[in-house]
């Protein structure tokens, strides 16, 4: 049902790190002596995840899930094959029914919306959420009842997790070694990023046009790795935008070529995603070459594409500190047109003062329509969520 009070939900994003430490809190069985570590201490997980499921039960805020919350808890520690369902359980209890998309899924409708802004002659105006989140964002769900599937990660999948981070950690050695080699400036960097999504696409473009032909000779390996390409996220959006100038008078008969051309012009800068994760590499690129960056950390792709997408639509976001350290540096806050509150464990007094003010600013009518519609009880925080569920599943596994 539709909101009874015309209050909107904010969005807040939570990165796996408060999610996992989340986790720990409510397990009963998990080892008291590896819940308490001095950034993330049990007083304040356990006071944000009070705050927050009782905002989501009061219709205040959603914490959509994300794809990265599934691949990041696909490859927990195989000893403890519940961890898993466990991360599952909580960010669906957070999620208010909402998810956010795939980060190259929301970055491809992104840059449809600067193309067609461009052919039209006008410029992107405000964010619109429908590329960024499933689910009816400012619903109330018409019942208590909250229907899960046990959908886990199949073998297959959480060992193409684990390579693929494999992969993108031996290009990442090489890429250091070229900045620091190098030293690019940060103004370098950041207009080689914002280039990064039309180049690449070049590159592929002009890749599988090989593979069309080795494969038109009967060649296997190629027809496999030609329709893997294909279907990538960047082909996928060269098709698409290919589609929209060929019924453009202006670019018609050279519709892909205009479409290589508009993905390395500035015109992508408009383009939320491409803008804020070009000006994060390029801090990064430049605390590598000032030695403020560890060689031996791993490129936190995950996490740049995952703020990169999801932070312009968010009211707020919690990230791990490294992350924290990025957005606030003043490279990329002088540069970055995302208005979102950012918190972490360096400012985590500030993230529970935030909630708070949620709740202390929500109209006392809205407070009171979700009371007399869900019963007094239902703003209780569900501290037992993973007791009860351990329980429930010693019963099925006795019958």
């Known amino acids: 049902m539709k909101s009874l009070s015309g209050v909107k939900k904010k969005i807040i994003?939570?990165?796996q790190c408060l999610l996992s430490r989340m986790v720990k809190m409510l397990d009963p069985d998990f080892p008291e002596s590896r819940k308490l570590q001095p950034s993330f201490d049990l007083g304040f997980v356990r006071a944000a995840f009070e705050k927050l499921h009782q905002l989501v039960k009061l219709q205040l805020i959603v914490c959509p899930e994300s794809p990265f919350h599934r691949l990041e808890s696909s490859i927990l520690d195989p000893e403890k094959p519940a961890a898993f369902a466990q991360h599952k359980r909580v960010w669906e209890l957070l999620s208010g029914r909402t998810s956010f998309h795939y980060w190259d899924s929301i970055r491809n409708a992104q840059v449809i919306e600067c193309a067609d802004a461009w052919l039209g002659g006008a410029s992107v105006s405000g964010i619109n959420q429908i590329h960024a989140v499933t689910g009816r964002l400012h619903d109330w769900p018409k019942n208590k009842f909250n229907i899960t599937l046990n959908w886990y990660p199949s073998v297959e999948e959480k060992e193409g997790n684990k390579n693929q981070g494999e992969h993108y950690r031996k290009k990442i050695s090489s890429l250091y070694a070229g900045w620091l080699r190098d030293k690019p400036s940060f103004r370098t960097m950041y207009e080689k990023e914002l280039r990064a999504l039309g180049d690449s696409t070049r590159q592929l473009y002009i890749k599988v046009l090989?593979?069309?032909?080795?494969?038109?000779?009967g060649d296997p390996a190629a027809e496999n790795e030609f329709f893997n390409l294909m279907m990538g996220s960047e082909l996928r959006l060269l098709r698409e935008l290919r589609e929209r100038f060929e019924r453009h008078v202006d670019t018609k008969g050279d519709a892909l070529s205009t479409a290589l051309i508009f993905l390395t012009s500035g015109e992508v800068s408009g383009c939320p995603y491409i803008q804020l994760s070009s000006l994060m590499y390029a801090e990064i690129s430049q605390r590598v070459i000032g030695g403020n960056w560890r060689l031996d950390n791993d490129m936190p792709l995950n996490d740049v594409s995952a703020i990169a997408a999801y932070l312009p639509y968010c009211d707020a976001i919690f990230v791990d500190s490294q992350m924290h350290g990025l957005l606030k540096s003043k490279r990329v806050r002088g540069l970055s047109y995302c208005k979102a509150l950012v918190h972490s464990t360096d400012n985590k007094g500030e993230f529970i003062a935030y909630l708070d003010s949620i709740l202390?600013?929500?109209?006392?009518?809205?407070l009171e329509i979700v009371k007399r519609l869900y019963g007094e009880r239902w703003l209780e925080p569900y501290f037992d969520v993973l007791k009860h569920d351990k329980a429930r599943q010693a019963e099925d596994d006795e019958e």
């Open 13 to 15: 994003y939570l990165d």
């Open 360 to 366: 202390n600013e929500a109209p006392e009518e809205h």
């Open 210 to 217: 090989g593979l069309r032909l080795k494969t038109n000779e």
